[in-house]
């Protein structure tokens, strides 16, 4: 099964200033139609997870385009261009085609 | 709009059983399946299965499935979650979510219930 790691593990930022995390894979994660559904999700404290990017770079309904997802080889990148207090939480990249599903460990995002 | 809602609270002692329902509403229940995640406090996510809406098909994690049943019933649009053996390092918030309706094809995972909190203890 392929493992994803993420880092940094928790994230101290300063709002109004880009943030990088990264999720890495131990293998390629191209399905095979051709398409890499790498996906990221977000987790504010007390909610449930939300969707915020799939297949590596495109934003889900409603997310603020300061988001946004890219690739490099088997390392993928959540970036937020410009840090807001409510992107304050936890982010997950996930494999939606590993079947069974296994979620990067979890980035902590904090002021 | 599409809305997954999750029964209540649960207080459960060590061995017993917990059986949680989400009730999907706003899209067409058996075009799709329901994951199930569990996240302990102050943890990671963890998911447990699928089960189909379209045909009943499952897929459990290997940790669970001589535990756990998922199930669907389409006349009333709830999926079901039943997890048996209980210990204490089950307390978790449980979460439905809504899921492709085929086994190896790429997930949703667009849509999550308000989560469960299961509460194992004597």
């Known amino acids: 099964d392929v493992v994803l790691t993420q880092s940094p593990i928790s994230l101290p930022v300063t709002l109004g200033q880009p943030a990088y995390i990264s999720c890495r894979a131990t293998q390629s994660l191209e399905f095979s139609d051709g398409n890499t559904y790498l996906s990221w999700f977000q987790q504010r404290p007390g909610q449930s997870p939300r969707p915020l990017i799939y297949?590596?770079?495109n934003r889900d309904s409603g997310v603020p385009d300061r988001f946004s997802g890219s690739e490099s080889g088997t390392d993928f990148t959540l970036t937020i261009s410009r840090v807001e207090a409510e992107d304050v939480g936890v982010y997950y990249c996930v494999l939606a085609t590993q079947w069974p599903k296994t979620f990067g460990q979890g980035t902590r995002v904090e002021i | 709009q599409v809305q997954l809602v999750q029964s209540g609270a649960e207080v459960k002692k060590p061995g017993a059983s917990v059986k949680v329902s989400c009730k999907a509403s706003g899209y067409i229940f058996s075009h799709f399946g329901v994951s199930w995640v569990r996240q302990a406090a102050g943890q990671g996510l963890e998911w447990m299965g699928w089960v189909s809406a379209y045909n009943g098909n499952t897929n459990y994690a290997q940790i669970f499935k001589t535990r756990v049943t998922m199930t669907t019933d389409s006349s009333t649009s709830t999926a079901y979650l039943e997890l048996r053996s209980l210990r204490s390092d089950d307390t978790a918030v449980y979460y439905c979510?809504?899921?492709?309706?085929?086994?190896?094809?790429?997930?949703?995972?667009?849509?999550w219930g308000q989560g469960t909190p299961v509460i194992v203890s004597t």
């Open positions: 979510v809504r899921d492709t309706f085929s086994f190896g094809a790429a997930s949703l995972l667009d849509y």
């Open positions: 297949r590596i770079s």
